[in-house]
């Protein structure tokens, strides 16, 4: 619906007429017609994006000042070609089997249409095949799109993610903007991205036009990424979770329930809580290097209804993403092993002993019979399961959770901690440990099996890993609250 409006006056980022206040942030498209500009936005109504179209009228030199203050034409830090840029060309990677099948209908009925109000052009490439991804973001020219868009689960992130860090030039390949677009299961990424920014969003529900929207006005956020040494399948990229018994138990076990969309964790948990203890009684010994800081392990404790009114505001403010300077020097196009992504991380100096080694006297070592243990690094492992809401994007702190056997009342008691998650309840339970750390090694006894998943996907049952910080972030799309 379209509303004439005088433009009246000006007010930072915030366009006033006689009866709207126009938040520039909320800001899609801005049209310059004969003695107006159309500007299409979606400003915040009751705790939901609402799309509004203003005519603003006024004298030409006050509304081309102001259209110019609306339109949004940053670089973003890959520094694309001239071309690329000015036409704000993305690429959209969509995985037709991701979740319930549905990132078509999420593309056609969510996204198009915001990307054509915002002025943006895109490439649509399906994903024909698993590491489809990964390949793709190998072979591209970074030159011809302004960011990559992800419309899947977690799963397809990771994948190009790893094409981006196994690239030659992943220094500057890591600058290009991704927008994950939830259109998985979990879509946990996708959450912490909205919750980091203040964007409201359904949990359990679509938000993928929440996602989308912010690809007119992109800010750009750092994403840190995670080194994984495992004992039997390689070198691997974590930035969401490395989990070990029950959670991946459920994580992994619920693909039989696909059909049931987000509610197969649920279907999952039930199952597995009902056998317990007769299932999930893992034990190993967890070696891992704390950090030494009172108010970062008190923080772990509060809410996500309480973050930001208990932290401030500017809590989750990231750092800025640089824009990558040395184009001309940038290393030729190639393909490059994981290993040695993280052996140049390590060049750095920031370095850990390999899986192999002894662990190092400045670590902790403790031995149990334990459910679970995960380590996390962002606010969500789930869209509806905000885990560690005081985690940040950018941060090199891993969070190191585990619940050990003889801190346990009983099956109910784990049934209550994980069934209240999505209200952060699981965080007032004693049993629930949680940690901040750089680096953590979990060795699982022998014959003590138990599922193992990284980001969500499966290795070797009951083998050891470890997962240490790096100096390497990604760039990820958010908004400006």
């Not at 800010?219 to 070198?235: A, C, F, I, N």
Request: proline share 6%; with cysteine; glycine share 6%.
């Amino acid at each position: 619906m379209a509303t004439d409006q005088p433009l009246w006056i000006s007010d930072k980022n915030i366009l006033k007429t006689e009866s709207l206040n126009i938040n520039v942030n909320d800001v899609v498209g801005v049209k310059p017609q004969k003695g107006s500009i159309r500007v299409i936005c979606y400003p915040l109504i009751n705790g939901q994006r609402k799309r509004m179209v203003v005519n603003l009228k006024g004298d030409e030199q006050t509304l081309t000042t102001y259209a110019k203050q609306m339109s949004y034409n940053k670089v973003p830090p890959h520094k694309p070609s001239e071309v690329a840029t000015k036409q704000k060309r993305v690429l959209v990677l969509l995985n037709p089997f991701s979740g319930q099948k549905r990132s078509q209908k999420r593309w056609e009925g969510d996204c198009r249409p915001v990307f054509d109000e915002a002025g943006v052009y895109y490439t649509i490439v399906k994903t024909e095949h698993v590491q489809h991804a990964t390949e793709i973001v190998q072979e591209m020219n970074l030159n011809d799109f302004t960011a990559i868009v992800i419309l899947s689960g977690d799963g397809l992130v990771s994948e190009v993610l790893t094409g981006l860090i196994t690239r030659a030039d992943r220094a500057r390949a890591l600058k290009i903007p991704l927008l994950h677009i939830p259109a998985g299961t979990a879509n946990a990424l996708a959450a912490a991205v909205a919750f980091q920014t203040g964007e409201p969003f359904s949990p359990r529900g679509n938000f993928c036009p929440e996602m989308a929207l912010m690809i007119g006005r992109p800010s750009y956020k750092p994403l840190r990424l995670y080194h994984v040494e495992t004992e039997k399948d390689g070198p691997k990229l974590m930035f969401l979770t490395a989990v070990w018994g029950l959670i991946a138990d459920i994580d992994l076990g619920s693909e039989r329930f696909r059909w049931a969309g987000l509610s197969r964790l649920h279907i999952e948990a039930f199952v597995r809580v009902a056998q317990l203890p007769s299932v999930a009684t893992y034990k190993g010994r967890i070696s891992y290097k704390p950090v030494e800081n009172k108010q970062l392990s008190r923080n772990t404790r509060i809410k996500a209804s309480e973050v930001r009114s208990r932290l401030g505001a500017a809590y989750f403010r990231t750092d800025i993403v640089e824009e990558y300077d040395d184009i001309k020097d940038a290393k030729a196009g190639g393909v490059e092993s994981l290993q040695k992504a993280f052996e140049d991380s390590n060049d750095s100096g920031n370095k850990f002993p390999r899986l192999k080694d002894p662990v190092p006297s400045d670590w902790t070592v403790i031995e149990g019979e334990y459910a679970f243990v995960c380590l996390s690094s962002i606010s969500h492992i789930g869209s509806d399961l905000p885990y560690c809401p005081s985690a940040k994007l950018g941060s090199d702190i891993m969070y190191l959770s585990l619940v050990d056997w003889r801190t346990i009342k009983s099956r109910f008691h784990i049934a209550h901690l994980l069934i209240t998650i999505d209200q952060c309840l699981h965080l007032d339970h004693e049993c629930f440990q949680m940690i901040p750390v750089t680096a953590c090694r979990v060795e699982p006894a022998p014959n003590s099996g138990g599922y193992v998943a990284i980001d969500g996907e499966p290795i070797s049952m009951g083998s050891a890993f470890q997962v240490t910080s790096t100096d390497l972030t990604a760039t990820v799309i958010g908004r400006e609250g």
